[in-house]
């Protein structure tokens, strides 16, 4: 129920929203709970195991009941919790976890089986037969119990990330956090002050309090007004620090648009990382309620939150309210209550020595020992020193104490302090290097103590930073003492709620320590109890008490759960945010790509690289036509191929010879200018890293590729190379894979081609076979390289890469008018097999320099970086698997890569296998599937046959060995 | 999520950097024709707990290597100079 001149929220700015269908009206600076309540909706959620009816509890975050679903379709959000979803015209809210209503929830009939479904049910009874749980236990379990849903479409939200730099980040804007930030604001300091909730003043706004003779939340006004007002103070609102990590970065949810309808363009939430030299941590307490039986029934809510819905809200969650707790505070909530006209019931007061007040009765040395109502309070039982009675109530504020929030402080390993006078856990200084605690997360609880060491730990931060605080004047506010005894646990019969969230009660607890899950973390995983969206922030610190009770330790020995990030829950999508479909990984084009579309050339994913898998022509159904088409082109006539995802690394100076000598097995100084060489890289263990062409364009200039999906690494690799290894050398480099555009053109015509762009005709004296050197094409300078990949006589033509697209249109135009065409991977592939040429499918880390055949590339002129570990003789030892070709001779004749090799006499199974298959493709030219393996002892064995078998296709073919080249093995093409 | 303060570039980002193994390991001289030392400086590694003398590659600056003070234990970050010329 509303009360009249109470407060924040605009009583001129109506809004309308629905709950479950039905449709209710709330106010500008509503959140969807307190306009609930207002509307006296009091059962907004059932609970996850029994399906219990459950109300709001608190008033903030830590919200364990009232979690609800906004939205629907795709931008459907679940798990909301209604105490921090503001309120906004046409807001549509569902709760969750219940069928088939929320007033009717058949579930409910868990709750009855309750006796015998206590903490460690599930373990000990769905055990046998094993496989059961998996297929039966565990889904049908799963859909029993439960939180809200993900819509299963697609989400079209928009979720971004970001990041911010600052002297002094100060994390929650109540009284502790608005005074640090003022002097530090006015000090200079870059100050970014972040708070979870829409409207900075934390619990200013809540109280009813005077700092410095004006209410609370007009003083937060005058200082946010005066922080506004600073060029170096940044305010993030509806902005939760959610974890602390090293050297002062902290990681920051943003909810951006979760207030209003979705909005065009605007992010849905971002995600920050703030990397600040010193933070101030000022986030406040949370209130613990206390358990009893049936402390769960809908109207039964924390004291504060009573409090902040009373003050904040103008809203009373009662008409005749009670109040039990076992500390000062929670006689706050009676005597705002009682001042804004709420009828007060009754305070129960755990102790003896209560005060008292004339405005209400106070029951000393009493307890509230159970609850009753139908799906929402109706009365109470209090136990007195006389007796038992019960009491007429629609709503009953708790409270348990306060806990400091320390969770940020523990995020780096450390464990809090336990201080006895609060009993509460403090955070222990230091336990986040920079991070210093202030105000109620620090355990100072009243708003004098808070405004104090909100400015003290400020005045500390700037010196550390080497500014100096100036004009601080710490306001006037009340300083009342806040004294409790221990309450966690009001003896009884039934079921005592400690966790709402998991459904776990005291006796859970209790049962955990008998059958010996005595440690803290083992108890949580035993009971449930601190896990899910709230991760026990109401019920950490009393179901420890609990436990420590029953294994008769202290709460300090019995210690705590370990507090992780993230401090609320964070949606995998802000986390993984800009990263959602095409943004997963950047895409890289070839400057032929569009031209290669435009031929409905199917694109393949080559590591980041975007390149054609074949080009379709006229009359082609499917791409084996294509490829056998392309082969015979360039065996036959000439074929245009954008090999420009090689990579490039330009390498210069004096020593840059030396150098190629260091990191390729093989002799570079030796290598005459204008000529090219191929070269075997190895890595510092013996095994092969990559392999390429490097072409000696000066005394003193080389270009080196490599293969497209080592160009990452190899680069890396000589950067260490050069800098740590061999710092001796001057010779610098620098990877150009980018500045340049380059086309393998390959076949018998394609010299004919060349010649007609080129600016200067080819010579056979000139350009010999691995020949490389300056051209002009077309007017343009560019480079020709007389390499191939193919097996047949071919160039590779570069171009800066301005000019690729026009280069390629020009090369395919010729390469047309002599029978040729572009040609794509699969070709490039087969093309390649049949000559035996490796790529990374054959060196993909385990094979050496004696498994391909290339031992002898490892010059003994020289020391090259893997030598000597290369030289050891289980690199070069005959039974290893060794390169060969394979030729299917049975009935089947298809070959699979990944297939393994066995004798044609052997069981195909692990031991037995001889070796696998890396590479296949059908060969219009020999016309039969070939592949290449590795299978021991495998140059000796060419004309045997053998088996491969895939046992994951379930392909078996018969194969004989045969050397890796078929096509052309003199080399005679490539020389023509 | 540690910060590299680069030599060259300053206080960075980890996303950066890669991270290049134990700065430690001493390379054996080109002509060491035993397999021993070269075994130990390819595989050999101690796994301390606490001060870690490490390389990092900042592969998306500078491109630098670096030799970076990391606590295994902590996380705590201490000197970082380049590793040109250092090992």
């Known amino acids: ?976 | 999520m540690i910060r590299i303060n680069c030599p060259v570039c300053g206080s960075r980002d980890e996303n950066e950097f890669t991270y290049g193994g134990d700065a430690n390991v001493v390379r054996p001289a080109m002509d060491e024709a035993e397999t021993g030392p070269w075994l130990d400086y390819v595989f050999m590694r101690d796994n301390p707990r606490g001060p870690h003398r490490e390389y990092w590659h900042h592969v998306m600056g500078c491109r630098q290597w670096l030799m970076l003070e990391r606590d295994t234990l902590t996380h705590e970050i201490g000197d970082c100079i380049l590793a040109r010329g250092v090992a």
């Not at chain 1, 010299?751 to 691995?770: A, V």
């Open chain 1, 1 to 976: 129920m509303r009360i009249a001149g109470k407060g924040l929220i605009d009583r001129s700015a109506p809004v309308s929203f629905a709950f479950d269908g039905i449709g209710y009206s709330g106010f500008e600076g509503d959140t969807l709970a307190s306009a609930l309540l207002a509307n006296d909706v009091r059962l907004v959620g059932r609970s996850f195991k029994y399906h219990r009816p459950r109300g709001i509890l608190t008033a903030g975050s830590e919200e364990p009941n009232a979690l609800m679903t906004i939205g629907s379709g795709a931008a459907q959000d679940p798990n909301v919790r209604a105490t921090v979803q503001e309120l906004y015209e046409g807001l549509q809210a569902r709760s969750q976890n219940r069928w088939p209503s929320l007033g009717l929830d058949l579930m409910s009939v868990t709750d009855l089986a309750a006796p015998f479904l206590g903490a460690g049910f599930y373990y000990k009874t769905f055990m046998w037969p094993r496989a059961f749980w998996e297929k039966l236990y565990e889904p049908v379990i799963r859909r029993a119990a439960g939180l809200g849903s993900l819509s299963g479409e697609n989400n079209a939200d928009k979720y971004e990330r970001a990041y911010a730099f600052c002297d002094l980040l100060v994390i929650g804007a109540g009284p502790a956090g608005l005074m640090a930030a003022l002097v530090a604001g006015r000090a200079g300091a870059d100050v970014v002050l972040a708070d979870e909730d829409s409207r900075m003043g934390g619990r200013l706004l809540a109280e009813t309090y005077k700092v410095d003779g004006v209410p609370g939340a007009a003083w937060a006004e005058q200082v946010l007004d005066e922080l506004r007002g600073m060029d170096n103070v940044r305010l993030m609102t509806r902005s939760t620090v959610i974890g602390a990590y090293d050297q002062g970065t902290y990681g920051v949810l943003e909810r951006v648009g979760h207030h209003g309808p979705r909005a065009d363009g605007a992010p849905l939430e971002t995600f920050w990382r703030i990397s600040t030299k010193r933070a101030i941590l000022a986030a406040g307490a949370l209130e613990r309620p206390v358990a009893f039986q049936n402390n769960d029934r809908p109207g039964i809510m924390t004291a504060g939150a009573v409090r902040a819905y009373l003050n904040r809200w103008g809203v009373s969650p009662g008409r005749a309210v009670t109040v039990f707790g076992n500390n000062d505070d929670a006689h706050r909530t009676a005597h705002d209550l009682v001042a804004a006209g709420v009828h007060v019931a009754g305070l129960i007061d755990s102790r003896h020595d209560a005060p008292t007040s004339d405005d209400f009765t106070v029951y000393r040395g009493a307890q509230v020992c159970g609850s009753a109502g139908r799906q929402r309070l109706e009365s109470i039982t209090i136990r007195t020193t006389i007796g038992e009675e019960n009491l007429k109530t629609d709503c009953l504020a708790m409270s348990g104490g306060w806990n400091p929030t320390v969770h940020l402080t523990c995020h780096m390993n450390d464990r809090p302090t336990w201080r006895d006078d609060i009993l509460s856990f403090v955070p222990t200084p230091g336990s986040v290097p920079g991070m210093t605690a202030a105000g109620a997360c620090n355990g100072a609880f009243s708003t004098a103590a808070c405004l104090n060491e909100g400015a003290q730990a400020a005045k500390q931060a700037l010196a550390d930073l080497g500014l100096k605080a100036k004009g601080i004047d710490v306001p006037v506010a009340e300083d009342t003492p806040y004294t409790l005894e221990p309450l966690w646990a009001v003896p009884g019969k039934g079921r005592a709620w400690l966790d709402f969230q998991n459904d776990v009660t005291v006796k859970d607890v209790k049962q955990a320590a008998t059958e010996n899950f005595r440690s803290v973390e083992h108890m949580k995983r035993y009971t449930t109890q601190g896990m899910a969206t709230d991760q026990g922030k109401n019920s950490n610190v009393a179901a420890l008490a609990v436990l420590a009770d029953a294994t008769g330790r202290g709460i300090p020995e019995t210690g705590t759960t370990t507090f992780r990030p993230p401090y609320s829950p964070v949606a995998i999508a802000a986390l993984g945010a800009g990263a959602q479909g095409a943004g997963f990984a950047p895409k890289r084009y070839m400057t032929s790509h569009k031209a290669s579309v435009e031929r409905k050339a199917p694109m393949i994913e080559v590591g980041l690289w975007y390149r054609p898998s074949y080009f379709p022509t006229e009359g082609e159904t499917n791409w084996r036509q294509s490829c056998d088409r392309e082969v015979n082109m360039v065996r036959n006539s000439v074929g245009v191929c954008d090999v420009s995802t090689l990579g490039k690394i330009d390498i210069q100076g004096p020593d840059a010879a030396e150098f190629l000598d260091y990191v390729y097995t093989n002799m570079f100084s030796t290598l005459k200018i204008g000529r090219t060489r191929y070269g075997l890289m190895l890595r510092e263990d013996g095994y092969v890293m990559d392999d390429g062409t490097t072409a000696r364009l000066s005394e003193t200039h080389f270009v080196m590729t490599t293969t497209t999906a080592g160009a990452g690494e190899v680069m890396r690799h000589l950067d260490f190379a050069q800098q740590v290894l061999r710092p001796d050398l001057d010779v610098s480099f620098i990877s150009v894979t980018e500045q340049w555009a380059q086309f393998a053109v390959a076949g018998p015509k394609s010299r004919e081609l060349l010649d007609g762009i080129l600016d200067s005709p080819l010579t056979t004296k000139d350009w010999p076979f691995m020949a490389c050197g300056d051209v002009g094409i077309q007017g343009i300078a560019g480079r020709l390289f007389r390499i191939s990949f193919s097996g047949e006589h071919a160039y590779e033509i570069a171009i800066p890469a301005r000019y690729g697209d026009s280069l390629f249109r020009l090369l395919l135009a010729k390469a047309e008018a002599l029978g040729g065409g572009p040609y794509g991977m699969e070709s490039l592939n087969i093309l390649r097999i049949e000559k035996g040429f490796i790529t990374h499918a054959e060196i993909h880390g385990r094979i050496t320099a004696f498994d391909i055949g290339m031992e002898r590339m490892v010059s003994d002129k020289k020391d090259c970086i893997g030598k000597t570990m290369s030289e050891r003789p289980g690199l070069n030892d005959n039974n290893r698997e060794q390169m060969v070709g394979l030729k299917p001779v049975g009935a089947v004749k298809q070959l699979t890569a990944g297939a393994f090799l066995f004798e044609n006499d052997d069981d195909p199974v692990r031991v037995n296998a001889q070796g696998y298959v890396t590479s296949v493709g059908f060969s219009p030219t020999m016309e039969y599937f070939m592949g290449l393996a590795f299978l021991q002892n495998g140059p000796a064995r060419y004309g045997e046959t053998i088996k491969m078998v895939d046992h994951l296709r379930g392909i078996q073919t018969l194969c004989e060995v045969v050397p890796p080249v078929v096509f052309d093995p003199t080399g005679g093409r490539v020389r023509g």
